[in-house]
């Protein structure tokens, strides 16, 4: 008989996090009962999962703290009724919920950000008081990267026996299918340029204001290129913001916003070469998803994820310069949230440009990264990665 496990997380609606917890249920499901529990709504842009879905949320409108006491009785309701043998959660409030509710459970928490990047002020005091006092109580808690794992022990006391690094699988034969698929004819057009191209939600995390900059500075010597950015808008505010830039710039023509695409690794497949400016991650699934597709690139030095991918032998995060690493290019991270047009590049701005020119003009370096990073992605399998994770099932 299968032993049950609950997979926990917010929802499953258009995110890294949510991509691998969908495909950790398909993969689980073959050797245990899988219940994929959703604190919120189902939407029509979840990612296909595994096992049995169950949505916590009743629809009524609540405070955050009414939030938390209404998922902790729903999952001890649950847990009662089909006693699993662990839980693993997901992104924060997810983690919360598994942690204070009282299943009888192996509570099993995956931190997947970066804190003292994600939040400022109040929150991230509020945030630090959870991990101090009460994530720390996990029975294990997995990290998307070794800097993160170290940062965990160090700064919120974490028990080291009680931590893992588990970098995310992907499912490559279902990437590298999609990618196969043909553009729709309207966008055909824009492929038959050299194609810059960034994936992720477009917003303060993902720094695509510094890559539109670096990309119009790069324009005037290399007017053939586009900028292609594909992604959910979870700031609206900021993505007029980033719009009203390339008018600014005089680059509206030439940056292309595709918003949330459900198959993007075929307009990655069809691109020169992808760029990640992110301010900070944890383990940046759009840098490997661009690799399997075959694409040279490039990445902000940020916390935390890009040099363990890209650089996995070194230990010097914070590149001052172009690095060109094993298995691709690493750059400064940005410091500012958002640069307006009138002001000059700033220094890792400017690094940015130059790695961008560095690949778009030497062919042969970027044959050898493609190849570099078709290598480096295939170490992230789905098959070996999950077996990490059921050694702490």
Known sequence: MKETIFLLINSLECGGAERVLANLSKALEKEYTVFLIQLYRQTEEDYPAGGQ???LDDGKKRNRLGEYLFFKRKLEMYARQYRPQSIVSFLLNACLCNMIANTGAKKIISVRNYLKKQFKGIKLSIWEFVFKHVFVRADMTVSVS?????????DYGFDPEKSAVIYNPYTICEIQNAA???????????????VIINLGNVGRQKGQCHLIRAFAALKKAADDIKLVIIGKTTNTEYVDRLRQLTVDLDVADDVVFLGYRSNPHKYLAKSTLFALPSLYEGFPNALVEAMLCGLPVIAADCMTGPREILAPDTDNPGAKIVEECEYGLLVPAAEEDFVDAHTPLTEDEILLKRALELLLSNAQKRERYRQKSLERGNMFAMDSII??????I
Not at 146 to 154: A, S, V
């Open 53 to 55: 879905i169950i949505v």
């Open 387 to 392: 077996e990490k994770w059921k050694e702490i």
């Open 146 to 154: 070794d800097q993160m794992k170290r940062d965990l022990i160090r």
């Open 180 to 194: 196969r698929e043909p553009v729709e004819e309207e966008l055909v057009s824009i492929f038959t340029h050299p």
